[in-house]
C-alpha cells in the first residue's frame, strides 16, 4: 500500500449529468477515485449504477460533465487517445458478457492474444492461472452457455483481469454467487489492489463485500436523482445522519 | 364481501368491511365510497372496523389502496389501526416506494401530419445509418487489406463453412425447380413454332446472366442474411458487442468484416453451382417431356453460352454477397437490448436484404446493357 500514494487521484467525475434521451438518471455526480482505492458504487437497483459505469468506461456519452483518467478528459478527446484510455481497463458486466460463441479459454485469451506477443502456449498458461484464480480451474473447454449464471460472472472476472489491467470495473461481481465464491472474490480484489496496485471500482450492494474492500464510496438516490454521500463506507455509517444512507447500510434495522 | 360506511359524528367514515374477499368474484368499485365521501360535511378522516372479515387476498388490497389514494389525493386521513395486521403492512410496503413520475412512458396520439414528418424523418435518418454503416465497412475492408483488422481465422472458416458448404442442398434444390419452370414456361410458347430446341438457349442464358445469381441471393438472404442479424443482436443484448469495444478491438473488424469476406467468397461459388443446377433442370424437361436428345440439349446450351455470359451474373453474385452481409450485419449491430429487438432485426435484415438485390439488380442489368457484355 505504502507505495502508491493516497492522495494521486486517477479517475475524476466533474458534474456529470446522465441519461437516456430526455429521461435524466442521474445529475451533478462528482467524485475522485484515487489511485489503489477500492471504490464502490453503491445505491438501490435501478438507480444508475450501471449507467454511471458505461458513462465512466466510454461506452455511453455522459448528457452532460466530464470524466477525467489522469487529467485528461475522456469523451473531449480523440478517438485514439480514447482507445488508448480504455486499453488500460478490465470490465466485468452485469451480465458477464461472455462471448458466447468462445470457450471460457477462448475467452480469456482473446485480450492476451489481441494485445500481447506471448505464444500460445504461455496464453494457455496464463489463461489456465486466470480462471484458476477465480475458483474456475478446469473448465477451460466449457462454453459460457454450459455454466451457472454464476460461473459466467467468475468467468468474466477473469477476462476482465487477463491483461493485469490499472482499473477494473466490477458490475456486481457476486450478484448470484453464493457467499463462500463471494468472500474469495473480496479476497481476490483486494489482492490484486495490494499486489498489483490496481484501481478498482465495484457497483455493488453486498453490504458485507462494502464494509469488507471499500476504501471510498458514492452513494446514489434513486429518488432525488443525485449522489447523496461520497466517503468510506465504514465512515459513513458511523457519521452519516441521513435515514437513507443509515437504511441502505443497516438493512433497514438501525 | 360486504361493505358498509358509517358516517360518525365527528367527519369520519367508518368502513365496515366483513365476508370473504376472493380474486374471483372480482373488485368492487369506489364509487359508494367517493359518493360517501363526497357529500358535506367533508370527512377529514376514515376508520376501518373488519372484525367481521373472512379470507381476503389481493382483491381486499386493490380495493384499500384504491381508497388510501382517493383519500391521499383529498387529504383525508386513513387510520390504518383497524386493519388486519397483515393487510396494513402489504399496503405500507406497497406505497413505500414513491412512483417515478418522468419513467412512465405516455401514449398520447400524435397527428397524421406529424407521424407522417415523423416518418419522413426517420427514412433519412435510417439512410443516414445505412450510409454510415457501409462507411465503416469500407474502412474496415481497407483495414483488412493492409492485414490491420483483427478477427479470428477460425471464425472466418466456420463462417464460410456455414454460408458455402451448408447451403448447397436449398440452393440445388432452388435453383434445379427455377431451371425447370424456366423450361416449362419456354417450353409451351417455343412448341407452338416448333422450336423448342431453344429452350436450352432460354434456360441456359436465364440461369447464367439473372436467375442463378438472383435464386441463391434470395435464398442467402432468407438463410444466412437472417442469420447474422440474429447473431450479432443477441450478441448486443448479451453487452459482448460491448465487451469487445472496451476491449479497443472493433466490431466491425472482429464481426462484421468476416461475415462480409464470407458471404462474398461464398455468393459468386454458389451461384455457379446453381447456375449449372438450372440448366439441369432445364435438360430433364428438355429430354423427358420435348423428345431433345441429351446431347443435342448439350450442344444447343454449349452453343448458346460462351464464357462472357457467365460474367454479368457472377458480377451481380459479388454485389449481392456484400448486399446481404451488409443488410444482415446493419440490422444485428443496430439490434436494442431486447428479445424481441433480435426479431425485429431478423426480419428487417431479410427486407432491406431484399429490397437491395433488386434495386442493384436493376442498376447493374442497366450498366451491363450500355456497356454491353
Ligand atoms: N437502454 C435504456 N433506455 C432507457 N432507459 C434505460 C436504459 N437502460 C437503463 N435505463 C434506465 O436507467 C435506470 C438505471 O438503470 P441501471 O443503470 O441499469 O440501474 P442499476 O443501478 O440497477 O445498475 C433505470 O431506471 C432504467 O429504467
Ligand atoms: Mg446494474
Known amino acids: 500500500m505504502d507505495r502508491f500514494d493516497k492522495k494521486e487521484s486517477c479517475i475524476e467525475v466533474q458534474d456529470l449529468t446522465m441519461a437516456y434521451g430526455s429521461f435524466v438518471i442521474q445529475r451533478d455526480l462528482s467524485f475522485t477515485v484515487n489511485r489503489g482505492d477500492i471504490f464502490i458504487i453503491m445505491g438501490g437497483s435501478g438507480c444508475g449504477k450501471s449507467t454511471l459505469l458505461r458513462n465512466m468506461v466510454g461506452l455511453q456519452a455522459p448528457a452532460k460533465g466530464k470524466v477525467l483518467y489522469n487529467g485528461a478528459s475522456f469523451w473531449d478527446s480523440g478517438p485514439e487517445e480514447r482507445k488508448n484510455i480504455m486499453r488500460r481497463f478490465g470490465i466485468l458486466y452485469q451480465s458477464g458478457a461472455l462471448w458466447s460463441s468462445m470457450t471460457l479459454a477462448e475467452n480469456v485469451a482473446l485480450p492476451l492474444s489481441e494485445y500481447t506477443r506471448l505464444s500460445h502456449a504461455e496464453i494457455r498458461e496464463l489463461v489456465s492461472l486466470k480462471l484458476a484464480l477465480v475458483g474456475l480451474a478446469g473448465f477451460e473447454e466449457f462454453y459460457p452457455s454450459e455454466i451457472s449464471g454464476g460461473m459466467c460472472k467468475r468467468a468474466g472476472i477473469a477476462r476482465a483481469m487477463a491483461l493485469d489491467p490499472d482499473i477494473l470495473f466490477f458490475d456486481e461481481p457476486s450478484a448470484g454467487l453464493d457467499p463462500i465464491s463471494a468472500r474469495r472474490l473480496d479476497e481476490l480484489i483486494v489482492e490484486l489492489r495490494d499486489s498489483l496496485g490496481t484501481t478498482v471500482v465495484v457497483v455493488t450492494h453486498e453490504l458485507a463485500s462494502i464494509f469488507a474492500i471499500g476504501d471510498n464510496s458514492v452513494f446514489l438516490d434513486a429518488e432525488s436523482r443525485t449522489m447523496i454521500a461520497v466517503g468510506d463506507p465504514k465512515k459513513l455509517i458511523e457519521e452519516s445522519r441521513d435515514p437513507k444512507i443509515r437504511n441502505f447500510l443497516t438493512r433497514g434495522n438501525p | ?373
Open chain 2, 1 to 373: 364481501m360486504d361493505i358498509n360506511f358509517d358516517r360518525t359524528a365527528d367527519d369520519t367514515i367508518l368502513i365496515r368491511i366483513g365476508g370473504n374477499w376472493n380474486i374471483e368474484n372480482g373488485l368492487p368499485s369506489t364509487d359508494e365510497f367517493e359518493r360517501v365521501a363526497g357529500t358535506k360535511p367533508l370527512p377529514a378522516r376514515i376508520a376501518f372496523d373488519t372484525t367481521q372479515l373472512g379470507d381476503w387476498d389481493s382483491s381486499l388490497l386493490a380495493y384499500l389502496s384504491k381508497l388510501t389514494d382517493y383519500c391521499g389525493q383529498r387529504s383525508i386521513a386513513v387510520l390504518r389501526q383497524g386493519l388486519p395486521e397483515g393487510v396494513a403492512r402489504l399496503i405500507e410496503l406497497a406505497s413505500a416506494v414513491p412512483e417515478t413520475k418522468d419513467a412512465r412512458k405516455e401514449r398520447h396520439r400524435t397527428p397524421f401530419l406529424a407521424r407522417v414528418g415523423e416518418a419522413v424523418l426517420y427514412a433519412g435518418e435510417s439512410m443516414g445509418e445505412m450510409l454510415a454503416f457501409t462507411g465503416e465497412a469500407a474502412l474496415s475492408f481497407s483495414r483488412f487489406i493492409r492485414g490491420k483488422a483483427r478477427f479470428r481465422r477460425a471464425d472466418l472458416w466456420l463462417l464460410m463453412e456455414e454460408c458455402g458448404a451448408q447451403a448447397v442442398p436449398i440452393v440445388s434444390l432452388i435453383s434445379l425447380l427455377v431451371g425447370l419452370i424456366l423450361a416449362f414456361v419456354g417450353a409451351v410458347q417455343l412448341k407452338m413454332f416448333g422450336a423448342q430446341i431453344y429452350v436450352a438457349d432460354l434456360v441456359g442464358i436465364a440461369m447464367a446472366r439473372e436467375m442463378g445469381a438472383m435464386m441463391t441471393a434470395i435464398v442467402m438472404a432468407g438463410r444466412t442474411g437472417a442469420a447474422f442479424a440474429a447473431q450479432l443482436g443477441t450478441m448486443q443484448v448479451n453487452e459482448e458487442i460491448d465487451a469487445l469495444k472496451t476491449l479497443g478491438i472493433s466490431p466491425m473488424d472482429f464481426l462484421v468484416m468476416p461475415r462480409i469476406l464470407a458471404l462474398v467468397l461464398m455468393l459468386p461459388l454458389l451461384c455457379l453451382y446453381a447456375n449449372f443446377m438450372g440448366i439441369l433442370g432445364g435438360g430433364i424437361v428438355g429430354v423427358g417431356l420435348l423428345d431433345i436428345s441429351p446431347i443435342h440439349y448439350y450442344h444447343e446450351t454449349k452453343a448458346a453460352l460462351s464464357l462472357m455470359q457467365f460474367l454479368p451474373g457472377l458480377i451481380k453474385a459479388v454485389v449481392f454477397g456484400v448486399m446481404v452481409a451488409l443488410s444482415g450485419c446493419l440490422r444485428g449491430m443496430q439490434c436494442k437490448r431486447s428479445a424481441s429487438a433480435v426479431g425485429e432485426a431478423a426480419t428487417s435484415s431479410v427486407v432491406t436484404a431484399i429490397v437491395s438485390i433488386i434495386v442493384s439488380d436493376a442498376i447493374l442489368t442497366v450498366i451491363f446493357d450500355r456497356i454491353g457484355i
